[in-house]
Protein backbone atom coordinates (compact mmCIF):
# COMPACT_ATOMS: atom_id res chain seq x y z
CA UNK A 1 0.00 0.00 0.00
CA UNK A 2 2.05 3.20 -1.32
CA UNK A 3 2.01 6.46 0.25
CA UNK A 4 -1.64 8.63 -0.31
CA UNK A 5 -1.05 10.95 -3.26
CA UNK A 6 0.17 14.45 -2.22
CA UNK A 7 -2.21 17.48 -1.37
CA UNK A 8 -0.41 20.04 -3.72
CA UNK A 9 2.20 20.59 -6.37
CA UNK A 10 5.49 19.51 -5.17
CA UNK A 11 8.97 20.16 -6.01
CA UNK A 12 11.87 17.88 -4.83
CA UNK A 13 14.71 19.89 -3.19
CA UNK A 14 16.65 17.65 -1.26
CA UNK A 15 17.65 13.63 -1.32
CA UNK A 16 18.65 11.65 1.31
CA UNK A 17 19.77 8.12 0.73
CA UNK A 18 21.08 5.75 2.77
CA UNK A 19 22.53 2.33 1.42
CA UNK A 20 24.00 -0.39 3.40
CA UNK A 21 25.54 -3.55 1.44
CA UNK A 22 26.83 -6.82 3.79
CA UNK A 23 29.54 -9.02 2.40
CA UNK A 24 30.69 -12.24 3.37
CA UNK A 25 34.16 -12.88 3.81
CA UNK A 26 36.53 -15.58 2.81
CA UNK A 27 37.95 -15.49 6.50
CA UNK A 28 33.94 -15.89 8.05
CA UNK A 29 34.26 -12.27 8.56
CA UNK A 30 31.24 -9.58 7.36
CA UNK A 31 31.64 -5.96 5.66
CA UNK A 32 28.91 -3.73 6.16
CA UNK A 33 29.42 -0.86 3.60
CA UNK A 34 27.33 2.00 4.50
CA UNK A 35 27.14 5.17 2.59
CA UNK A 36 25.03 7.82 2.98
CA UNK A 37 24.31 11.32 0.61
CA UNK A 38 22.95 14.64 0.38
CA UNK A 39 22.21 16.55 -2.64
CA UNK A 40 20.22 19.80 -3.17
CA UNK A 41 18.61 20.38 -6.18
CA UNK A 42 19.43 23.96 -6.68
CA UNK A 43 23.06 25.45 -6.32
CA UNK A 44 24.13 26.21 -2.51
CA UNK A 45 25.91 28.74 -0.81
CA UNK A 46 28.31 27.18 1.96
CA UNK A 47 30.71 28.88 4.20
CA UNK A 48 33.14 26.97 2.18
CA UNK A 49 31.75 27.58 -1.37
CA UNK A 50 29.14 27.52 -3.49
CA UNK A 51 27.79 23.54 -4.33
CA UNK A 52 26.70 22.98 -7.34
CA UNK A 53 23.19 21.57 -7.71
CA UNK A 54 23.04 17.84 -8.13
CA UNK A 55 26.39 17.60 -6.62
CA UNK A 56 26.65 15.71 -3.10
CA UNK A 57 26.82 17.97 0.10
CA UNK A 58 27.75 14.72 1.79
CA UNK A 59 28.64 11.45 0.88
CA UNK A 60 30.38 9.64 3.72
CA UNK A 61 31.27 6.06 3.68
CA UNK A 62 31.41 3.53 7.28
CA UNK A 63 32.49 0.20 6.91
CA UNK A 64 32.16 -2.30 9.76
CA UNK A 65 34.19 -5.81 10.04
CA UNK A 66 31.15 -7.68 12.15
CA UNK A 67 31.73 -11.39 13.34
CA UNK A 68 28.53 -14.09 12.88
CA UNK A 69 27.48 -13.17 17.18
CA UNK A 70 27.61 -10.05 15.61
CA UNK A 71 31.14 -7.65 17.26
CA UNK A 72 32.57 -5.50 15.89
CA UNK A 73 36.22 -6.06 14.93
CA UNK A 74 36.88 -3.53 13.01
CA UNK A 75 35.23 -0.08 11.89
CA UNK A 76 36.78 3.10 9.45
CA UNK A 77 34.93 5.99 7.81
CA UNK A 78 35.37 7.58 4.91
CA UNK A 79 34.05 11.41 3.40
CA UNK A 80 34.42 11.84 -0.14
CA UNK A 81 32.11 15.07 -0.21
CA UNK A 82 31.56 17.35 2.77
CA UNK A 83 30.44 21.14 3.64
CA UNK A 84 33.62 21.85 5.15
CA UNK A 85 36.67 20.26 3.42
CA UNK A 86 39.55 19.82 5.62
CA UNK A 87 37.58 19.53 8.66
CA UNK A 88 34.82 17.62 8.61
CA UNK A 89 36.77 14.70 6.84
CA UNK A 90 39.33 13.94 9.49
CA UNK A 91 36.55 12.58 11.62
CA UNK A 92 37.05 9.23 9.81
CA UNK A 93 39.90 7.62 12.05
CA UNK A 94 37.36 8.34 15.29
CA UNK A 95 35.49 5.72 13.97
CA UNK A 96 37.50 2.74 15.33
CA UNK A 97 35.94 3.21 18.68
CA UNK A 98 33.46 1.04 17.63
CA UNK A 99 35.48 -1.98 17.16
CA UNK A 100 34.60 -3.96 20.67
CA UNK A 101 30.62 -2.92 20.27
CA UNK A 102 28.00 -5.96 19.66
CA UNK A 103 25.09 -4.63 18.07
CA UNK A 104 22.87 -6.51 19.66
CA UNK A 105 24.10 -5.38 22.74
CA UNK A 106 23.70 -1.74 23.70
CA UNK A 107 25.35 -0.36 20.19
CA UNK A 108 23.19 2.54 19.87
CA UNK A 109 24.05 3.96 23.27
CA UNK A 110 28.14 2.83 22.51
CA UNK A 111 27.64 4.87 19.61
CA UNK A 112 26.06 8.15 21.50
CA UNK A 113 28.78 7.71 24.04
CA UNK A 114 31.78 7.24 21.80
CA UNK A 115 30.93 9.69 19.02
CA UNK A 116 28.50 11.69 20.49
CA UNK A 117 29.03 15.63 19.70
CA UNK A 118 32.02 16.97 18.81
CA UNK A 119 33.44 13.80 19.50
CA UNK A 120 31.96 12.17 15.85
CA UNK A 121 30.50 13.14 12.64
CA UNK A 122 26.46 13.92 13.14
CA UNK A 123 26.06 12.22 9.92
CA UNK A 124 28.50 8.93 10.55
CA UNK A 125 26.50 8.47 13.36
CA UNK A 126 23.38 9.19 12.47
CA UNK A 127 24.01 6.14 9.77
CA UNK A 128 25.59 3.75 12.08
CA UNK A 129 22.41 3.34 14.21
CA UNK A 130 20.63 1.50 11.60
CA UNK A 131 23.66 -0.93 10.92
CA UNK A 132 21.65 -3.23 13.68
CA UNK A 133 18.71 -3.67 12.44
CA UNK A 134 20.22 -3.78 8.39
CA UNK A 135 22.81 -6.50 9.51
CA UNK A 136 20.17 -8.92 11.31
CA UNK A 137 18.17 -8.53 8.18
CA UNK A 138 21.61 -9.42 6.02
CA UNK A 139 22.16 -12.60 8.38
CA UNK A 140 18.29 -13.85 8.11
CA UNK A 141 18.80 -17.30 6.67
CA UNK A 142 22.39 -17.19 6.01
CA UNK A 143 23.96 -16.78 9.11
CA UNK A 144 20.50 -16.29 11.65
CA UNK A 145 18.02 -19.42 11.21
CA UNK A 146 14.72 -17.93 10.72
CA UNK A 147 13.31 -21.47 9.82
CA UNK A 148 10.96 -19.45 7.67
CA UNK A 149 9.28 -22.87 5.51
CA UNK A 150 10.56 -25.16 8.17
CA UNK A 151 8.91 -27.89 9.35
CA UNK A 152 7.52 -25.88 12.41
CA UNK A 153 6.71 -28.66 14.75
CA UNK A 154 10.06 -30.27 14.76
CA UNK A 155 11.83 -26.70 16.06
CA UNK A 156 13.36 -26.71 19.78
CA UNK A 157 13.93 -23.19 19.96
CA UNK A 158 11.58 -20.35 19.42
CA UNK A 159 12.01 -18.48 15.66
CA UNK A 160 14.51 -15.25 16.34
CA UNK A 161 12.10 -12.60 15.08
CA UNK A 162 9.43 -14.02 17.06
CA UNK A 163 8.71 -10.87 19.36
CA UNK A 164 11.11 -8.48 17.41
CA UNK A 165 8.18 -6.84 16.13
CA UNK A 166 4.35 -5.55 15.95
CA UNK A 167 3.75 -8.17 13.43
CA UNK A 168 5.25 -10.92 14.35
CA UNK A 169 3.88 -10.90 17.86
CA UNK A 170 3.57 -14.23 19.78
CA UNK A 171 -0.44 -13.24 20.66
CA UNK A 172 -0.69 -12.23 16.75
CA UNK A 173 -2.29 -13.53 13.61
CA UNK A 174 0.64 -13.85 11.28
CA UNK A 175 2.39 -15.76 14.23
CA UNK A 176 -0.60 -18.10 14.70
CA UNK A 177 -0.84 -18.44 10.65
CA UNK A 178 3.08 -19.00 9.90
CA UNK A 179 4.48 -20.27 13.27
CA UNK A 180 1.36 -21.83 14.72
CA UNK A 181 3.54 -23.83 17.26
CA UNK A 182 5.38 -20.83 18.80
CA UNK A 183 1.69 -18.71 18.99
CA UNK A 184 0.23 -17.03 22.54
CA UNK A 185 -3.22 -17.71 22.65
CA UNK A 186 -4.62 -14.66 25.29
CA UNK A 187 -7.37 -15.99 27.09
CA UNK A 188 -10.65 -13.74 27.48
CA UNK A 189 -11.14 -11.75 30.47
CA UNK A 190 -14.52 -12.53 32.36
CA UNK A 191 -16.94 -10.27 31.90
CA UNK A 192 -17.95 -8.46 35.80
CA UNK A 193 -21.78 -8.65 36.09
Not at 13 to 42: C, N, P, S, Y
Not at 76 to 93: L, N, Q
Not at 118 to 147: K, N, W, Y
Amino acid sequence: MPLSPPTSRRALKHTRAIQIEAFARDDGLWDIDARITDVKTRDTQLASGVRPAGEALHNLWLRLTVDTQLNVIDAEAASDAVPYPGYCDTIGPAYKKLAGLNLLKGFRDGVRQRLSGIHGCTHLSEMAMVLPTAVIQAFAGDVIDTRDGANDDQQTHKPFQLDRCHALRSEGAAVAKYYPRWAVKLQAVPESS
